[in-house]
Nanobody, 118 residues
């Protein structure tokens, strides 16, 4: 199982910024994407941002133009720069890595709490 080490999270005021990182280790296959998802209680994961190893990024509609994801393939690490944060961005953010073979597999970090409040 892939090990994911997350950093970031905490309390920030509305309009502020925050940076997350997530490093993957113990990988035996090829990474397809890394990124972050939210998960509200009782609901499925919701996309925040993911990035392919080639650099193509995808964003959830609510964070486009405010969040930027980047990667360092040599370190198997991704970064999420969160700007213009809003109270509705308050959530637990889970790092995700999707890799193969033999089949596409998802592993998840333990999650980091982000609270946007004055």
């Amino acid at each position: 199982q892939v090990q994911l080490v997350e950093s970031g999270g905490g309390l920030v005021q509305p309009g502020g910024s925050m940076r997350h990182s997530c490093a993957a280790s113990e990988i035996t296959g090829n990474i397809h994407t890394m990124g972050w998802y939210l998960q509200a209680p009782g609901k499925q994961h919701e996309l925040v941002a993911t990035i392919r190893t080639g650099g193509t990024a995808s964003y959830g509609d609510s964070v486009k133009c405010r969040f930027t994801i980047s990667n360092d393939n040599a370190q198997n690490t991704v970064y999420l720069q969160m700007n213009s944060l809003k109270p509705e961005n308050t959530a637990v953010y889970y790092c995700n890595v999707r890799y193969y073979p033999p089949r596409m597999t998802d592993d998840w970090g333990q999650g980091t709490q982000v609270t946007v409040s004055s």
